[in-house]
């Protein structure tokens, strides 16, 4: 039987009296497109947070592969295949795109904290630039990331976060921000994201959700609410009532 990519059984987070994850629990097999939906305040965040290992969460389990990554801090869930973005943008906005992806490479190297040059022929510089080319970027390479657009931030930040070859990649609100024009290209690159590649994106918006995922899981309260192909979760009562009816 094939492993699941991710495990989640029980999983609870509380802060404090506010019990923000309740009881959450789902399999994302390998490769699965998998988008995690809700209002504000559904514990989308906090969920994605226990699994990249930000907080660990008050109760449950979580598996990567069939390990248990439960009790693992983020840099040992990164090395063990996690990779991720981050609602706050950690890239380094007077460098340009090419070093920016450069570093992301080297990130994961013993001699991480040694930022030199690259190199002519460099095995992270080729691996930098594979990264731009999959990202759409190459004609963006020596630009400074300060005069990017917002969408082409974000499309480098999927970029930085695919740099330690994660099998697993973690995107939160990828789309939050963009304007209608740079979403299609977002759309675009995560649908040409090689299947060897388990998608778990927590998204608010359901148009990018629904076209992006294979499966959504639809939050409210902390809770799993409901948990359907994208064609079934447009029309379910509960989803509807949940964006309709004054909880978006
Ligand atoms: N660090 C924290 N300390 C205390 N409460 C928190 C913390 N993080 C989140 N919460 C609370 O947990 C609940 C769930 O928040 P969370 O950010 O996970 O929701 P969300 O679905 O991601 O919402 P949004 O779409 O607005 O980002 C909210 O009531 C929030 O105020």
Not at 117 to 127: S, V
């Given at each position: 039987?094939?492993?699941?990519?991710?495990?989640?059984?029980?999983?609870?987070r509380?802060?404090?009296?506010?019990?923000?994850?309740?009881?959450?629990?789902?399999?994302?097999?390998p490769?699965?497109r998998?988008a995690?939906?809700?209002?504000?305040?559904a514990?989308?965040t906090?969920?994605?947070?226990?699994?990249?290992?930000d907080?660990p969460p008050t109760?449950g389990?979580?598996?990567?592969?069939?390990?248990?990554?439960?009790?693992?801090?983020p840099?040992r869930r990164?090395r063990?295949?996690i990779?991720?973005?981050y609602?706050?943008?950690?890239?380094?906005?007077?460098?340009?795109?090419?070093?920016?992806?450069?570093?992301?490479?080297r990130?994961?190297?013993?001699?991480?904290?040694?930022?030199?040059r690259p190199?002519?022929?460099?095995?992270?510089?080729?691996k930098?630039?594979?990264?731009a080319?999959?990202?759409?970027l190459?004609?963006l390479l020596?630009?400074?990331?300060?005069n990017?657009s917002h969408?082409?931030?974000?499309?480098?930040?999927?970029?930085?976060?695919l740099a330690?070859d994660p099998?697993?990649l973690?995107?939160?609100?990828?789309?939050?921000g963009?304007?209608?024009?740079?979403?299609?290209?977002?759309?675009r690159l995560?649908?040409?994201?090689?299947?060897?590649?388990?998608l778990v994106?927590?998204e608010h918006?359901?148009?990018?959700?629904?076209?992006?995922a294979?499966?959504?899981?639809?939050?409210?309260?902390g809770?799993v609410?409901?948990?359907?192909?994208?064609?079934?979760?447009?029309?379910?009562p509960?989803?509807q009532?949940?964006?309709l009816?004054g909880g978006h």
């Amino acid at each position: 039987m094939t492993q699941p990519a991710l495990r989640l059984a029980g999983v609870s987070r509380r802060f404090g009296a506010l019990q923000a994850v309740r009881d959450v629990s789902f399999d994302v097999m390998p490769g699965e497109r998998r988008a995690v939906l809700g209002p504000n305040g559904a514990g989308k965040t906090t969920l994605f947070n226990t699994i990249c290992g930000d907080y660990p969460p008050t109760a449950g389990s979580i598996a990567l592969f069939g390990e248990d990554i439960t009790g693992l801090r983020p840099h040992r869930r990164t090395r063990m295949g996690i990779g991720r973005t981050y609602q706050t943008s950690l890239l380094f906005n007077g460098l340009t795109v090419l070093d920016n992806l450069f570093i992301a490479v080297r990130g994961l190297r013993p001699n991480r904290f040694s930022f030199l040059r690259p190199a002519r022929g460099d095995a992270g510089l080729a691996k930098a630039r594979e990264l731009a080319e999959r990202m759409r970027l190459s004609h963006l390479l020596g630009t400074e990331v300060l005069n990017l657009s917002h969408g082409q931030r974000r499309q480098l930040e999927v970029g930085m976060a695919l740099a330690g070859d994660p099998r697993l990649l973690m995107l939160d609100e990828p789309a939050a921000g963009l304007s209608p024009g740079d979403r299609p290209e977002l759309l675009r690159l995560l649908r040409e994201l090689p299947r060897t590649l388990t998608l778990v994106l927590i998204e608010h918006d359901m148009d990018i959700a629904l076209p992006a995922a294979d499966i959504v899981t639809v939050m409210k309260d902390g809770e799993v609410v409901v948990e359907a192909t994208p064609d079934r979760i447009a029309q379910d009562p509960v989803v509807q009532a949940i964006y309709l009816g004054g909880g978006h």
